[in-house]
């Protein structure tokens, strides 16, 4: 008999005890569940399957569905609750459609104005580098021009044979006649490089001179 009641007292106080573990997991969800919010990077489907979850252990707190909206209402990401909370959504269902929609259109007209935003820093870079590129260009001219040596006899930079020092046409290279008169216009045989008149080897260009 004695055992009996020992038996009984032991499965008393085990009940107690599991009882005791129950209600201080159910006050804390309950706490979790008051405390409940949308944070971070956390997604508007991701914060609904947590609510959810947690509204099974505090039914007390959203009685109503109007209380359950309102909830899920004030937990939202303050970005999408400021365009959900003036429609004053009547069911939870309706409230957590429109808080998915509010997060997609801000996140189309994010990725609108960080593709922009992209778009103009290429735009920008590009344009440097054509001005840069410029820059070298000119650079390298000057540079090629100062490179040559100095004429005796025109004083000018450039290579090859001076046709001020031959007196030769300057189209064609021959003596006797001035570029103006020369009887072959079509054939260019001397460049002038900064009034420097020197041999060329290009065919059809004229060459300003005599």
Do not use: W
Not at 136 to 155: H, I, Q, Y
């Amino acid at each position: 008999m004695a055992d009996v009641e020992q038996s009984e007292t032991e499965n008393t106080h085990l009940d107690r005890l599991e009882r005791l573990i129950i209600e201080s997991l159910q006050d804390a969800k309950c706490i979790e569940f008051q405390q409940l919010k949308q944070k971070g990077q956390t997604t508007v489907s991701e914060y609904e399957a947590e609510f959810t979850n947690l509204v099974e252990y505090a039914p007390h707190m959203v009685a109503t569905e109007n209380q359950k909206a309102r909830k899920f209402e004030d937990g939202l990401k303050p970005e999408i609750r400021k365009v959900v909370r003036p429609m004053r959504l009547p069911t939870y269902a309706d409230v957590v459609d429109h808080a998915l929609l509010v997060e997609q259109e801000n996140e189309e007209s994010k990725r609108f104005f960080e593709n922009r935003k992209r778009q103009k820093f290429n735009s920008g870079k590009k344009s440097g580098e054509g001005s840069f590129k410029k820059q070298n260009m000119g650079s390298d001219v000057g540079k090629s021009t100062n490179n040559l040596p100095l004429c005796a006899t025109c004083g000018k930079p450039h290579s090859g044979i001076c046709m001020r020092a031959t007196g030769g046409c300057f189209n064609c290279g021959k003596v006797g006649h001035l570029r103006k008169d020369c009887p072959n216009p079509g054939l260019a045989m001397f460049n002038v490089q900064n009034s420097g008149h020197t041999m060329g080897q290009r065919q059809g260009q004229t060459v300003p001179g005599q």
